[in-house]
């Protein structure tokens, strides 16, 4: 799920690079009689989403674990304001399917927008890999490859000052799985009888989540660093095929 | 069982569909041929 596309070894493709090029292709598979509407890579995500919803983006997402290292060097930490947390829709909604949509070269093939112009993830984890290790491709790179390196060093920059700056106001892939929370079979439950509104799981929070009223929040990434945090045992996960002991049955201390 | 359950299960079967119809269309190996290629969008040269 998490590879990218540029990547050499990659058996399988990021979700959201195989949706800009099946949205970019979709005009020329029309025009040959072929109907490839980027399906396969749309219901994976549904499948992913609808079990576990942002799961992946808290326990597999390597980009998200190089965003906590850097938030662990010290020096002055800034929150991110709500509002920047809804710009990940509009990228998505720009970068993955209008603009490669609408916006096609000669030949009738659109382009990927989120992938080319945006990704740092990208960059850190392919682009920078190839570009050090293949002189071949370092002699070509340019003025794109030099804007997308500026680009992830501002995001490097920021993921020091502030938790996962990337996760919170620009990934597509979390805006589309994040969508899923509300419904996903995986879902924290808060105890409300219980809570003491210590706040505790709101600080313990990699998204600054307030976990008591907005638990299954499109924003949450499901770490479960909440429920771990939680001394007071009134946050809890469910998973329909994990059976466990509800801590609601355990005393309060 | 919960409307919240039934809406995953539901969204769940949809979406399993749908892969079965990407793959139906070919889809995957357009997907894999596209992931073993180096396309070099990551260094702005794809």
């Known amino acids: ?169 620009i990934c597509p892939l979390g805006a589309i799985l994040g969508l899923f929370n509300k419904v996903s079979l995986l879902r924290l439950t808060v105890d409300s009888d219980r809570c003491a509104s210590c706040g505790d799981c709101s600080r313990a929070c990699p998204v600054a989540l307030e976990v008591p009223r907005r638990p299954n929040s499109p924003d949450c990434i499901r770490c479960l660093k909440c429920v771990k945090t939680c001394e007071r045992g009134c946050l809890d996960y469910e998973f329909p095929l994990l059976s466990r002991p509800p801590r609601s049955e355990q005393p309060a201390p | 069982m919960g409307m919240r359950k039934k809406k995953a299960i539901i969204l769940f079967i949809i979406a399993l569909a749908l892969v079965g119809i990407g793959l139906a269309s070919g889809e995957y190996w357009a997907v894999l041929e596209k992931a073993r290629k180096v396309c070099l969008e990551c260094v702005g040269i794809g």
């Open chain 1, 1 to 169: 799920v998490l590879n990218c596309y540029s990547c050499p070894s990659a058996v399988a493709a990021c979700p959201i690079g195989s949706l800009q090029h099946a949205v970019a292709s979709i005009r020329v598979r029309l025009s040959i009689g072929e109907s490839q509407f980027g399906l396969y890579a749309l219901g994976s995500l549904g499948v992913v989403g609808s079990l576990v919803g942002r799961f992946p983006c808290g326990w597999f997402c390597p980009f998200g674990l190089v965003q906590e290292l850097l938030h662990k060097l010290p020096g002055p930490k800034l929150r991110i304001p709500r509002f920047l947390t809804h710009l990940r829709y509009a990228v998505l909604a720009l970068t993955v399917f209008i603009l490669p949509f609408l916006v096609l070269d000669a030949a009738g093939y659109g382009d990927t927008w989120f992938c080319k112009w945006i990704c740092p993830a990208g960059t850190l984890e392919a682009g920078l890999p190839l570009v050090v290790a293949n002189a071949g491709i370092r002699s070509q790179v340019g003025l794109l490859f030099a804007w997308k390196v500026a680009l992830l060093a501002a995001f490097v920059l920021w993921m020091i000052v502030s938790m996962r700056p990337f996760c919170r106001t």
